[in-house]
Structure formats: structure tokens, C-alpha cells
């Protein structure tokens, strides 16, 4: 029922929703001491039901041609899309490697009793990487809506394993602390080239899923081993 809003104010607001989801979870991780895999399914499965309900599970299309034209629009003939790609891995670059939020986050991942005894304020940071993280899920989501030129709350989903895969063979560790935003990058085109080979090859698509799924098992597979070997 809302007007035609323009695209930034439009972003800012899923951003905001999104960042109030980031932050239920960072709360329900810190204070109560839920599982982050537990608290993050469950949490899914809330915001997935409140969208069922508010849109009564009717898909929107014929969107704005202004929030649209991101997903075809180029600058210096380089998709828009990349440039925000390359924009946004710049930034947590920075924020990973150059500021004190990424090292509590590496210290925390790597052993948080640790780095809790160490001063770091364990419950503020996770919340912060909740917020963070649910933001750029809101970012994703608006440019995915763009890219489709709709959305319906279907849109994206089983994402959430394609984002495992990607980070673990880019060399992101499963048990925590390890990781880069380099590698992550890697990860990423690594796994995207796969599904558009298989789609070259003209396979059908339902032995697509049997192929990711066995690249994300034997991926956490070789991480674990790895983390094994170390211990």
C-alpha cells in the first residue's frame, strides 16, 4: 500500500528491517546462548512465515524501472552490479583486517572463551556481526529483486547453502576463525562457474542440487580435516 518510493529510500528501508532481524539474533545468540546455527534457522523460518502473512504469499512484479535498471545498467561498460560487488568487498577488507570490530570477530571465531578473558566484549561484537551480516542480506535481497525484476517470498531461497559452499571453498573454516574476503571472492566465482558449466553441459537441473550438495559436503569435509590435522 505504500507510494512509489525512490531506490535509495527503498534500500534504506530493507537495509533497516533487515538490520532489526540481524539484531533478534545477535540478542538471542548473546544473552541467551542459543545455538547461531539453531537461532538463525529458527529465525528464517519466523521471517518467512511473517512474509507469508503479509503478502498473502502474492509474488510482486512489474517493478520500478528506476530499481530495475541496477541489474542492466553499466558504468565504464562494467555492470552496476559489480562495481557494488567490488564496492562492498573493498569495505570489508577494511573492516576485516584494518579495524578493531574484525579482529574481536577473528579472535572470537577463533576461540571466544579466549578472547573474552582477553577484554574484548564478546556479546556487544557478535550483535554487531549480526547486524552487519542481516544488512547485507537486505542489500542482496534488493539487488536479486532488481536482477529478477520481481520477488516473492521464494525469492533466494536455499541461498543460505550456495553462501556455505561458497565461503568454505574459499577458504572460510566451519569451526571459526579463518578466513579472508579474498578467498571468499574466489569461493564464489569458483561455485557460480560450476553451475553455469553444468548448464553449458546441458545437464538437468535436478542433478545440479546432487552436485552442490556433494561439493558443500565434501568441502566442510576437507575444512574438518584440516582442523583436525591442526589440533
Not at 538490520?19 to 539453531?38: D, K, T
Request: contains cysteine.
Amino acid at each position: 500500500g505504500l507510494p512509489t518510493l525512490p531506490t535509495p529510500v527503498v534500500f534504506l528501508l530493507v537495509v533497516a528491517i533487515c538490520a532489526v532481524v540481524g539484531l533478534c539474533n545477535g540478542l538471542v545468540v548473546s544473552y541467551l546462548r542459543v545455538q547461531p546455527f539453531i537461532a538463525t534457522l529458527g529465525m528464517q523460518q519466523v521471517v518467512y512465515g511473517i512474509c507469508l502473512v503479509y503478502t498473502g504469499g502474492t509474488p510482486i512484479g512489474s517493478l520500478n524501472r528506476d530499481f530495475t535498471s541496477l541489474a542492466s545498467d553499466t558504468i565504464l561498460f562494467i555492470p552496476v552490479l559489480i562495481w557494488i560487488a567490488i564496492i562492498v568487498a573493498v569495505c570489508f577488507w577494511f573492516l576485516y583486517n584494518k579495524t578493531r570490530h574484525g579482529k574481536y570477530m577473528y579472535a572470537i571465531g577463533g576461540n571466544e572463551a579466549a578472547a573474552e578473558v582477553a577484554g574484548v566484549n564478546v556479546a556487544a561484537t557478535k550483535i554487531r556481526i549480526y547486524v552487519l551480516a542481516s544488512c547485507m542480506f537486505g542489500l542482496a535481497g534488493c539487488l536479486l529483486a532488481a536482477k529478477s525484476g520481481g520477488a516473492s517470498v521464494n525469492t533466494a531461497q536455499s541461498y543460505e547453502l550456495d553462501a556455505i559452499a561458497a565461503a568454505t571453498i574459499g577458504g572460510v573454516s566451519t569451526t571459526g576463525g579463518v578466513g579472508t574476503v579474498p578467498g571468499i571472492l574466489v569461493g564464489v566465482l569458483v561455485f557460480e562457474l560450476m553451475k553455469v558449466a553444468l548448464q553449458f553441459m546441458n545437464v538437468n537441473s535436478s542433478y545440479t542440487y546432487i552436485v552442490q550438495g556433494l561439493v558443500i559436503i565434501l568441502a566442510v569435509a576437507i575444512d574438518i580435516r584440516k582442523y583436525l590435522a591442526k589440533k
